[in-house]
T-cell receptor, first 114, second 116 residues
Framework: GAVVSQHPSRVICKSGTSVKIECRSL??????MFWYRQFPKQSLMLMAT?????????EQGVEKDKFLINHASLTLSTLTVTSAHPEDSSFYIC??????????FGSGTRLTVV | AQKVTQAQTEISVVEKEDVTLDCVYE???????LFWYKQPPSGELVFLIR??????QNEISGRYSWNFQKSTSSFNFTITASQVVDSAVYFC?????????????FGRGTSLIVHP
């Protein structure tokens, strides 16, 4: 089945630094990928839609300069959390739509900013 | 308005009990998909089932079963003879549009705790 690989699974960074999270579709091409954020004990909230070869579409309230999304190829989307602060600590999950319908999700990245 | 409602925030059961997780959805589309995902403590989302709006047949997969009722806009999930390994957060999600073309909207999730 369609698999999305997400790395790293966990990252701890210092406040003020930037962190890059990668999301790769392993056995299919994903022209569109999605990035979600999940706070502890809460649901998944869509942050942005990543489109290959074009700008990402951000949901209302999501700072595009804070969360930089790049979708440079049909199999790779990256989310960079710039100048991270403790309030950015969260669980980030990427997703891609598969041709047969439905969506496949990465394993998630737990970001802790100290 | 919330499109997917999971009214049960947390359910606690003892092993071997049956448990039903409720999901009520809201949509004006006639074509949509409903999903259930399991999120164990490790965090990854595990796909459990996808059901399209034209298929109201209930489904059973081992100890899992799903009851889809369009009349009440519900897509409930039952675990029979629960086990400790079933402990996780379960999310119901709705994807509207033909072929589920619109990205899923998730409910708040129900945390299931199965005690030995």
């Amino acid at each position: 089945g369609a698999v999305v690989s997400q790395h790293p699974s966990r990252v701890i960074c210092k406040s003020g630094t930037s962190v890059k999270i990668e999301c790769r579709s392993l056995d299919f091409q994903a022209t569109t990928m999605f990035w979600y954020r999940q706070f502890p004990k809460q649901s998944l909230m869509l942050m942005a839609t990543s489109n290959e070869g074009s700008k990402a579409t951000y949901e209302q309230g999501v700072e595009k300069d804070k969360f930089l999304i790049n979708h440079a190829s049909l199999t790779l989307s990256t989310l960079t959390v710039t100048s991270a602060h403790p309030e950015d600590s969260s669980f980030y999950i990427c997703s891609a739509r598969v041709e047969t319908g439905g969506y496949t999700f990465g394993s998630g990245t737990r970001l802790t900013v100290v | 308005a919330q499109k997917v409602t999971q009214a049960q925030t947390e359910i606690s059961v003892v092993e071997k009990e049956d448990v039903t997780l409720d999901c009520v959805y809201e949509t004006r589309d006639t074509t949509y998909y409903l999903f259930w995902y399991k999120q164990p403590p490790s965090g990854e989302l595990v796909f459990l089932i996808r059901r399209n709006s034209f298929d109201e047949q209930n489904e059973i997969s081992g100890r899992y079963s799903w009851n889809f009722q369009k009349s009440t806009s519900s897509f409930n999930f039952t675990i029979t003879a629960s086990q400790v390994v079933d402990s996780a957060v379960y999310f119901c999600a709705l994807s509207e549009g033909w072929g589920g073309s619109y990205i899923p909207t998730f409910g708040r999730g129900t945390s299931l705790i199965v005690h030995p």
